[in-house]
């Protein structure tokens, strides 16, 4: 008889010395709208739901300076601090937001400094244990990025160094100035065209913290994925699940160094996301899945 059965790791070591739950929350959607800038409007449900949260284990909470034009960070620290002895806040810096609709790249030394004072006011913290970058900045050489980021780092400002939306070779890059204990790139069951940054995290031992986990619209069928919508639903119809669970299980199912950060404003969609980590997916629908 075939073992057909499946087993995952429901944490994972982050740097070394970080012990994270891989169902984390990504605090984006708590920010005012259009253009997640602002003040979230219902401030007291947004806190309410941030501990909820950590009452689900959630202890990996993913947010940025950019995120609400640093609101996001703001209710994080009015919700949760003093925060649990376990409880990881990962923020990003190098991107000023002005306004709703523009985004600025801003990698500049400077900046990063600026952006790593005015997040450790915010979140209330004496040092980050995540700092990201949030994007390399055409205008600024990426080493001289990375270099502030370890300058920082070596002031104790920031316990350990990530990257966000970079390549392969920005990430070899990278390691060469200071260790990388974390990328967040675009990845999910529907769009797959990061694989191999997320294949070369796992081979090195490094947190894929996929952002768009889900999506807007994760299950709307398209040209890369004609038969995904079917075949999701079928295994989640098996399960007693939904869709959305089946997708986040794939992705734990995945790779052992993925940490996910679903986003969400309702608690109900919360403790939903949160069950993802009890469902067990056979060898089989991992390939059917693999597949689509």
């Not at 501990?51 to 909470?61: C, G, P, T």
């Not at 920082?152 to 970079?166: F, P, Q, T």
């Amino acid at each position: 008889m075939t073992n057909n059965t499946t087993s995952i790791s429901n944490t994972f070591k982050l740097g070394g010395d970080l012990n994270i739950n891989r169902l984390g929350y990504g605090a984006m959607r708590l920010s005012g709208q259009p253009g997640n800038f602002g003040a979230y409007p219902d401030w007291e449900g947004g806190e309410q739901l941030l501990r909820r949260a950590v009452e689900l284990k959630v202890n990996f909470i993913d947010t940025a300076e950019a995120y609400g034009a640093g609101f996001n960070e703001e209710i994080i620290a009015s919700a949760l601090h003093p925060y649990k002895q376990d409880l990881v806040i990962a923020t990003k810096g190098g991107i000023n937001k002005p306004a709703p609709d523009k985004i600025l790249a801003d990698a500049s030394p400077a900046f990063l400094r600026s952006g790593v004072e005015g997040s450790l006011q915010r979140l209330k913290l004496e040092q980050i244990d995540l700092y990201q970058l949030h994007r390399p900045d055409p205008k600024v050489p990426f080493a001289e990025s990375i270099g502030a980021l370890k300058e920082l780092r070596d002031e104790g400002k920031i316990r350990h160094l990530g990257l966000s939306n970079v390549t392969v070779s920005q990430i070899e890059e990278a390691r060469k100035i200071v260790p990388i204990v974390s990328v967040q790139n675009k990845f999910s069951i529907s769009d797959r065209s990061m694989e191999n940054v997320l294949d070369y995290c796992t081979q090195n031992n490094i947190a894929f913290i996929p952002h768009g986990s889900l999506g807007a619209h994760p299950l709307k069928q398209g040209a890369p994925l004609a038969n995904a919508e079917g075949v999701i639903a079928d295994i989640a119809t098996k399960k007693g699940a939904k869709p959305n669970q089946i997708a986040l299980a794939w992705l734990l199912h995945r790779a052992p160094n993925i940490i996910l950060i679903p986003g969400t404003t309702t608690i109900a969609h919360l403790e939903e996301n949160m069950t993802a980590s009890s469902i067990t997916l056979t060898k089989d629908e991992i390939n059917l899945l693999n597949q689509i």
